[in-house]
């Protein structure tokens, strides 16, 4: 079975952009959560969705935004992009909700985004 | 504030050594703990999970304990290999309505032959 897949898996784009990542969960996973991590860092929590709805947003501007279409496949986007914004944005699939105790996410390879 | 903090930042170790890995946190309440192995380039692949009320859990070479009394984690990892060079990351899943993972900063291992 194939796991969490991302794309594209690197970007370059210039300040005040916009860029989409998408990201596919394990099939028949139904949850999908984004994270970003600056390098030297630790994964920041920007969104979680499942069954297509926001179930949980960290501490990010409204430039950040995200859906969950039918078939469980994810985007998220980053409009008026800035140079902090360079980042691997990570995608994770759970198979329910993570509002479940221990719910594990399997996370895919990651979007590495570059904004000069 | 929930925070998560590791130490050491990094570390190097030869072949066949042991080290730990430690994790503090200041997450409350919290419901469960979890370590992740993230290799360069790589998305977090998790090794262990452990509710508060667990003390310790094993995945193979790697043994993780928890203490929610003093809300400290240590990861250790034992006759480590050359393929264990990656970051850990600690990362606390906080309960009372929220669906926020608190991710740590991580430790670099490296591995020498």
């Known amino acids: 079975d194939a796991g969490v897949t991302q794309s594209p898996t690197h970007l370059i784009k210039t300040r005040g952009q916009h860029v989409t990542l998408r990201c596919s969960p394990i099939?028949?996973?139904?949850?999908v959560s984004w994270y970003q991590q600056v390098l030297g860092q630790g994964p920041q929590f920007i969104f979680q969705y499942y069954e297509k709805e926001e179930r949980g947003r960290g501490n990010f501007p409204d430039r950040f935004s995200a859906r969950q279409f039918p078939n469980y496949s994810s985007e998220l986007n980053v409009n008026a992009l800035l140079l902090g914004d360079s980042a691997l944005y990570l995608c994770?699939?759970?198979?329910?909700?993570?509002?479940?105790?221990?719910?594990?996410?399997?996370f895919g390879p990651g979007t590495r985004l570059t904004v000069t | 504030k929930n925070q998560v903090e590791q130490s050491p930042q990094s570390l190097i170790i030869l072949e066949g050594k042991n080290c730990t890995l430690q994790c503090n946190y200041t997450v409350s309440p919290f419901s469960n703990l979890r370590w992740y192995k993230q290799d360069t380039g790589r998305g977090p692949v998790s090794l262990t999970i452990m509710t508060f009320s667990e003390n310790t859990k094993s995945n193979g070479r790697y043994t993780a304990t928890l203490d929610a009394d003093t809300k400290q984690s240590s990861l250790h990892i034992t006759a480590s290999q050359l393929s264990d060079s990656a970051s850990y990351i600690c990362v606390v899943r906080a309960t009372s309505g929220t669906y926020k993972y608190i991710f740590g900063t991580g430790t670099r291992l490296k591995v020498l032959a």
């Open positions: 994770a699939s759970s198979r329910g909700w993570l509002g479940t105790e221990l719910r594990e996410q399997y």
């Open positions: 099939s028949g996973h139904k949850s």
